[in-house]
Every structure is written in C-alpha cells, then in structure tokens.
C-alpha cells in the first residue's frame, strides 16, 4: 500500500440538535487561516495521489520530491525518497550564503537505522563541499517519539545545506529544517527550492503552497480558488438537511504501521488526539470540547459511538507506549502490557463518568449500541477456538491472554496480524458472546433502522 505524507484521520458522529443558519458573521482571522491551511494541505496530498507515489510519472522530478523534505510536514512517514543507489543525498537552497547554527533532522520512523551514519554538508557554490557534521551510527527518531536529530554548528556559513548516507541504499527524511543564530525559531529551510540525487517509486510531487504577499482587502481570501470554496462551503452549510449544531469526533495520530489490519492494534498506536465535540460549525467562530480530558496517560482513541438517546458515548482507548513497535516478539503476551491494548470504555456526552467496559490483552472496538441496550464490537477475542460463542468468549474473561489466530498475511512475531470478528456484551461489559464463526476479518459494524447487523 502506498503512503500519503500528511493525512489525517477523522471519525465523525452527528447527533441533532437546534438548527443553526449558515449566514451571520464572516469567519474570524484565525478560523479562516485554519480552513484555508486544510484546503491547502489537502491539494497537496490529492495532488500526491494522481502523480502516483507508488510509480512516478508525469512532472514528479528530483526537486518536486525534494520538496517534501521541507515544506513543513512532519508525521513520521517520508518526506522524499530516493531509489537505491550509491551515496545518496538531499539538498535545500537557502538563497544566499549565511551563517547556520543548527540542522534539526526528522527521520522516517519505521526504518530508523537506514539514517544512522548520516552527514551533513555546506557549500555555497554547489561544487565545493565541506562535511560538518557525521553522524555516530545511533538511530534517531523524530515525529513519533519527538526527539529528531538536533546538530548544533559553530562558526558555519553555507547556501546549499546537503544531507548524505555513505554506501549504497536508499535514503529517505520525514523534514529537515535549519536555523541561524539570529532567530532560534525561523527555519530557514522552510519551502526553500530543493533537489536529491535521483527518484523512485516512492516518490511524489511536493508542491509548496505559499501564502501570497497580500494587499487584499480585510476579510478577503488570498486569491480566487479560495474565495470560490468559501463560496461553496457556505451553500453546503445552508443545506436544511443539516438541522443539527454539534458534531462528535475523534482526533486521532494515525498509527506507526500503516496498514489496513494493523491500524487497529494497540502496540502501533501513536499518542495523540482525543473524543470532541466541535460546536457552531456553521457559523464563523466554531468552538471545540474535549470530553477525555481525563484520561491523563498517552493514548490513541477510536471510532466513537453516540447513544440513541445521544446522552452516552461508546469509544476504544489504548495507553500508548513507544517501545512496543520495535517488541520483536508481540505473540508473548508477556512482552505486552494489558492496557496497549484497545478496550472498550464508555462515558457520558460531557466527558463524565468513564467506566471500561472490556478487559484483557485483546484488541476491542469498533463498538456500536444495539436496541435491545446490548453493545457489538469487534475483538480479537476468537483466538484458537474451533466453537465460538459464550464459552468461547468467557474463557478469554478467566484467562486474560490466551493466544490469537493469525493471518498469513501478517510478518511473523515482530509484526503478528490477529483476526478480529464480531462479539456483543450486555451494556455494563457482562454475558461476553463471540456471534461470529468467521476465521477472517470483519470490518467496521453499523446496525440499520431494524437492528440487524451490517
């Protein structure tokens, strides 16, 4: 599956409430900026998509994929990427020589090593290099436990800063941001032109949308692409459909290992995000709450549920804990702490009384309120047994980490792929019942008008 640098993830629920007008007062200056960088953002991705990060063509080049390693983005995953070849290297043109105090390198987090002798360059010409910096052989992060290379440079002056690995392989940074001694917090690489030594696969086209030196008018949109979606967000808001003010949603870190089974496991969980409640979405100054505000450890949260009542909120949780990606062996349960995995909570619309519903060293979510007051969910509670049901599911109870089964598709101990399938539970977490006998996935549960199960 190819990676998008940038997305993010967002699971919204709509609950009814008074209506709201989609007129009223234009948006405020901080609203707006918010919307118009997410427009932007997501022109970029888009624009990643149809150049096809998994086999380049079309005007992807050395220095739109360059690009990435500097246009501010930084979610772990790459930034550019080059094809296997001898000595590597990416590069930022800072315009001019001037004086470089410190280079903050942010690697790709999932194949930290590859970095671990890298090198950084000066030059002002493009000809003559001087190495400043080499790096010891340790792996670094960046993004995921937010502690990126910082090197800090005395006395150097360059234009082109270039990053390097010695030997053959490929070579690859989320962002790499530099900054001079006169202002700690300008990066002074920041949507400056860049280029790299080839292209490959993984590459993509970065284009940098800058914000343009404005004289417009007080209130006005940038240029006319703009004003034209802000138009059109204000006719989707007048839709009468829309007859509710809130919407409840998820904030969540997108996980460590990008896959469409393993996003659902505890240990690639990255902390992050929370369960919100946005307010006044159609009006300009829209409001945010959090409701787990309580839950004070580092975490990942999913896929909110709102009751029929909208008075209660089903939700999955997992404590977040860096070490387990890199766990080489994850089938011992021993080497996993019960509460990485996801479990099922449950708490009133104001964030009050949160009360865990599942338990074990089993993954659970995806839950979803049925009308009888008993919940669905789905966990990788079926494990190894041939009969399922409530016996099945009861076991799990008495013996909190009794093995899963596996797909084949999965990479062994260190990247082990468990089914998950269909349980329910009463609605205070009692009379667990595996009520599917599949031995493969099932995905994403809804239960239509008459209470079936979709």
Request: proline share 7%; aromatic share 10%.
């Amino acid at each position: 599956m190819s990676e998008m640098k940038g997305c993010a993830h967002l699971t919204i629920v709509l609950f009814a409430a008074a209506a709201a007008t989609a007129g009223g007062a234009p948006p405020s200056a901080d609203f707006r900026e918010q919307v118009e960088a997410d427009w932007q953002l997501q022109a970029q991705v888009l624009s990643q998509a149809a150049s096809g990060r998994a086999r380049p063509r079309g005007n992807v080049t050395t220095k739109t994929d360059a690009a990435g390693g500097c246009d501010g983005i930084k979610d772990g995953k790459w930034g550019f990427h080059t094809e296997m070849c001898d000595n590597p290297w990416w590069q930022v043109d800072l315009g001019q020589p001037q004086p470089i105090a410190r280079v903050v390198v942010w690697n790709r987090c999932d194949t930290p090593a590859r970095t671990s002798r890298l090198m950084i360059k000066l030059s002002d010409d493009g000809k003559r290099w001087r190495t400043v910096y080499s790096h010891n052989g340790t792996p670094f992060g960046g993004f995921t436990d937010k502690k990126p290379l910082t090197v800090t440079l005395a006395n150097e002056r360059g234009r082109l800063v270039r990053l390097q690995i010695p030997g053959r392989g490929y070579f690859h940074l989320d962002e790499v941001e530099v900054f001079g001694p006169s202002d700690a917090k300008k990066n002074l690489a920041l949507a400056r032109p860049a280029d790299q030594i080839n292209i490959s696969q993984w590459s993509g086209a970065h284009g940098v949308v800058k914000k343009p030196a404005g004289s417009e008018p007080k209130g006005a949109s940038p240029n006319p692409e703009l004003a034209g979606r802000w138009a059109k967000r204000g006719k989707l808001l007048a839709d009468p459909l829309l007859d509710f003010e809130a919407i409840l949603f998820t904030k969540r870190v997108p996980g460590s290992y990008s896959h469409m089974s393993d996003q659902y496991y505890g240990w690639w969980s990255r902390p992050g995000g929370g369960i919100y409640i946005l307010r006044g979405f159609k009006s300009g100054s829209p409001t945010i709450e959090c409701l787990t505000k309580s839950f004070k450890a580092p975490g990942s949260f999913l896929r909110p549920m709102l009751s029929y009542d909208a008075k209660k909120v089903l939700f999955a949780w997992c404590k977040h804990y860096p070490r387990l990606r890199g766990e080489r062996n994850k089938m011992d349960k021993n080497n996993v702490p019960e509460d990485a995995f996801y479990h099922i909570f449950e708490m009133s619309i104001d964030g009050a009384g949160v009360r865990q519903l599942t338990r074990g060293k089993y993954d659970d979510f995806d839950a979803r309120y049925l009308p009888d007051g008993r919940i669905v969910f789905l966990s990788t509670r079926r494990g190894h047994a041939i009969q399922v049901g409530r016996g099945s599911a009861r076991r799990t109870l008495q013996t909190p980490d009794l093995p899963d089964t596996y797909v084949r598709c999965g990479g062994g101990p260190g990247r082990p792929v468990a089914i998950y399938t269909l349980h329910t539970m009463d609605g205070d977490g009692r009379n667990l019942c595996a009520i599917s006998p599949f031995e493969n996935f099932e995905w994403t549960p809804s239960v239509a008008a008459d209470g079936t199960i979709l």
